[in-house]
């Protein structure tokens, strides 16, 4: 989850602590749905017919033509687009090898495959969409007290409707990161705390909008320091 001058955004799961954070859900009713979500994405395909690959080097455009060229009546989908030079598809194995081939000879720099359990950010993953609309009409859902961005929308959203439409449609749908923290910037964001383990966020971010400052929080040391520094 990243935290961005009282405003929030949350890349993939992320999303969801970011609304957690911003009091939209409850932390009981955050943990349900991420177990009903994990579950249901992991159910959706079975184990070893899916794949997702980063792309590198690459515009989105020239992605998107990639996956167009490799789907061959199977499914090859954009699924994360992390920063201007990092595209990330998915859909079925075969498939996503294809566009790892024609990537490299399109002139991506890198086109690799993923470590992952299932295909996810794609249409293959609808089965889980549906168990997702049926767990996320049985919660309430309040409007954010801060402005939390949508993945799929790129910009902030406080409908609570809204917001439940949107969360279903991620499950299928593209994780739209560099117009997300292009959103922010422009909206005179200058700073920006990621919170979790590791820092692949904040590279990102840097490549995304280099007048960003940002800082990783990985521990309850820095979560402190953290939260000090923005109350001066």
Same mark, same amino acid.
């Given at each position: ?46 184990? &070893? !017919? ?11 455009? =020239? #992605? *998107?033509?990639?996956?167009? /060229?490799? @789907? ?12 201007? &030079? !990092? ?11 294809? =566009? #790892? *081939?024609?990537?490299?000879? /399109?002139? @991506? ?33 309040? /409007? ?89």
């Amino acid at each position: 989850m990243t935290i961005c001058d009282w405003r929030m955004a949350g890349h993939s799961l992320g999303e969801y602590s970011a609304l957690a954070a911003a009091g939209t859900f409850t932390i009981a009713d955050t943990a349900r749905l991420l177990r009903i979500r994990g579950d249901a994405m992991q159910k959706a395909v079975p184990e &070893g !017919q899916g794949a997702m690959a980063a792309i590198l080097g690459l515009d989105l455009d =020239a #992605v *998107v033509e990639v996956a167009a /060229a490799a @789907a061959q009546g199977e499914v090859c989908d954009v699924a994360n687009e992390n920063d201007p &030079g !990092q595209t990330v598809v998915s859909g079925d194995r075969v498939a996503v090898e294809r =566009a #790892v *081939v024609l990537a490299k000879e /399109a002139g @991506a720099k890198r086109a690799l495959l993923l470590p992952v359990s299932a295909p996810f950010h794609c249409s293959l993953m609808q089965p889980a969409a549906d168990r997702m609309a049926q767990a996320l009409a049985d919660v309430e859902i309040q /409007a954010p007290k801060v402005p939390v961005v949508a993945n799929i929308r790129a910009e902030a959203v406080d409908d609570p409707d809204t917001i439940r439409s949107l969360l279903v449609e991620q499950v299928t749908g593209r994780v739209r990161w560099n117009d997300s923290v292009a959103w922010m910037a422009a909206q005179g964001v200058t700073e920006i705390y990621e919170i979790g383990a590791g820092k692949a966020l904040s590279g990102m971010i840097r490549r995304i909008a280099k007048d960003i400052a940002c800082k990783a929080i990985g521990t309850p040391d820095e979560v402190t320091a953290a939260a000090a520094a923005i109350k001066k």
